[in-house]
Structure formats: structure tokens, C-alpha cells
């Protein structure tokens, strides 16, 4: 039982260490988005592609903003990967999306990609793309926040409370941080289903 108790005081931790004036900002940024019809784009691998698509259907639904992400569409994916490679999969994803200036690509990632290390450079380049097009870039990260919290306009750096809980805590509270933005009332026009059961 000490690991569950130890792992549920570590949830508490995380809690308290989220930088709510950080959110604050990213529901702003994202209430503008909309008024200005843009989309958003979310990247994610592993947890984060899992993450990427549940979040697509919350944005799209709840929110009305127009959301996509690679990792739904596995047959283009794929090709791209096969024929142009991982690192640049996403940024030339986001090309044939015609990216520009009113758009937002959004990241949940556990250490948010690293140039210098060559780690998740799919995420470093499609962050450099969309730097260029203009698009805003938000992220829900972990461990130090990497490449996109170096860019991003507003990016929630999930608090590192264990090396060991890393990714599964970044990984838990990109959902948390996620469901807080769609169901805040900035955020929400359309009511989700068991909140309008009577």
C-alpha cells in the first residue's frame, strides 16, 4: 500500500505546483483562436497521440473549434513517415494542412522535444514550422518543458515530483489540463452529455 499512498501524495503535489496563471493565459489565446476561425492542431506520440485524439473530439465538440491531428489518419501518417521520414512527418502534415497565422498547434508531450539531445524532433520541427506560418503553440509538457516550452505562447509544465512518475504523471495531467480548459466557461458552448442529465 506505501506505493499507492506515495502515488496519490504525489498527485497532490503536482496539483499544487500547476501555474494556473499559465492556463489562465492559454484559454485566452485559444478563446481568440476561435472568434478568429482558426484551427488547432494537437502532436503527440505514444500517451500523447492517445491524449491527441481524445482532445480533438473535446475541442471539436465542446468548444466548437475546427481540431485535427496525424496520428488519426494512420495511412498518411504511415506514407509520410515512409517516404520522408519521422522528424519531418508532422511538420509536412501540417504543410499539406495549410497552417498559417490564425491556427494553433497544440503539444502534449512528457519532455516537449530536444534539438540539442535528438529527441522528438517530429515535434522540434513541426514547432519550427509553425513558428514561421505564425501559428500560435501551447503545450502540456513535463520534466523541464523542452523545445516547446522554449516557444510556445503558453505552455503548462506538469511539475516534476518524482524521476521515477514522470511520464505517467505528465501524461495524466495533460488530460486534467485539457478537461479544465474545454468545460471552463470561456471555453464551453456546448453542453457535455451527463452534465445535462437532470
Given at each position: 500500500?506505501?506505493?499507492?499512498?506515495?502515488?496519490?501524495?504525489?498527485?497532490?503535489?503536482?496539483?499544487?505546483?500547476?501555474?494556473?496563471?499559465?492556463?489562465?493565459?492559454?484559454?485566452?489565446?485559444?478563446?481568440?483562436?476561435?472568434?478568429?476561425?482558426?484551427?488547432?492542431?494537437?502532436?503527440?506520440?505514444?500517451?500523447?497521440?492517445?491524449?491527441?485524439?481524445?482532445?480533438?473530439?473535446?475541442?471539436?465538440?465542446?468548444?466548437?473549434?475546427?481540431?485535427?491531428?496525424?496520428?488519426?489518419?494512420?495511412?498518411?501518417?504511415?506514407?509520410?513517415?515512409?517516404?520522408?521520414?519521422?522528424?519531418?512527418?508532422?511538420?509536412?502534415?501540417?504543410?499539406?494542412?495549410?497552417?498559417?497565422?490564425?491556427?494553433?498547434?497544440?503539444?502534449?508531450?512528457?519532455?516537449?522535444?530536444?534539438?540539442?539531445?535528438?529527441?522528438?524532433?517530429?515535434?522540434?520541427?513541426?514547432?519550427?514550422?509553425?513558428k514561421e506560418c505564425g501559428a500560435k503553440i501551447f503545450g502540456v509538457v513535463?520534466?523541464?518543458?523542452?523545445?516547446?516550452?522554449?516557444?510556445?505562447?503558453?505552455?503548462?509544465?506538469?511539475?516534476?515530483?518524482?524521476?521515477?512518475?514522470?511520464?505517467?504523471h505528465t501524461e495524466a495531467f495533460q488530460a486534467v489540463v485539457w478537461h479544465?480548459?474545454?468545460?471552463?466557461?470561456?471555453?464551453?458552448?456546448?453542453?457535455?452529455?451527463?452534465?445535462?442529465?437532470?
Amino acid at each position: 500500500m506505501t506505493y499507492i499512498k506515495e502515488y496519490i501524495e504525489e498527485i497532490h503535489r503536482v496539483t499544487d505546483g500547476l501555474d494556473q496563471g499559465v492556463i489562465e493565459r492559454m484559454i485566452r489565446s485559444l478563446v481568440e483562436l476561435r472568434e478568429k476561425g482558426g484551427r488547432l492542431f494537437f502532436l503527440g506520440v505514444g500517451g500523447g497521440a492517445g491524449n491527441a485524439t481524445h482532445a480533438v473530439n473535446d475541442f471539436r465538440k465542446i468548444c466548437g473549434i475546427e481540431s485535427y491531428t496525424p496520428t488519426d489518419n494512420i495511412s498518411e501518417l504511415s506514407a509520410r513517415i515512409n517516404d520522408d521520414g519521422w522528424d519531418s512527418a508532422f511538420a509536412n502534415w501540417l504543410k499539406g494542412s495549410h497552417l498559417n497565422d490564425r491556427d494553433g498547434v497544440f503539444v502534449f508531450s512528457v519532455g516537449g522535444g530536444n534539438p540539442e539531445k535528438n529527441i522528438s524532433m517530429n515535434l522540434v520541427k513541426a514547432l519550427e514550422y509553425a513558428k514561421e506560418c505564425g501559428a500560435k503553440i501551447f503545450g502540456v509538457v513535463g520534466r523541464n518543458g523542452g523545445y516547446t516550452a522554449q516557444t510556445a505562447d503558453a505552455c503548462v509544465i506538469v511539475p516534476t515530483v518524482n524521476p521515477e512518475t514522470v511520464t505517467p504523471h505528465t501524461e495524466a495531467f495533460q488530460a486534467v489540463v485539457w478537461h479544465l480548459i474545454v468545460s471552463h466557461p470561456a471555453m464551453k458552448i456546448n453542453e457535455m452529455k451527463w452534465e445535462s442529465v437532470k
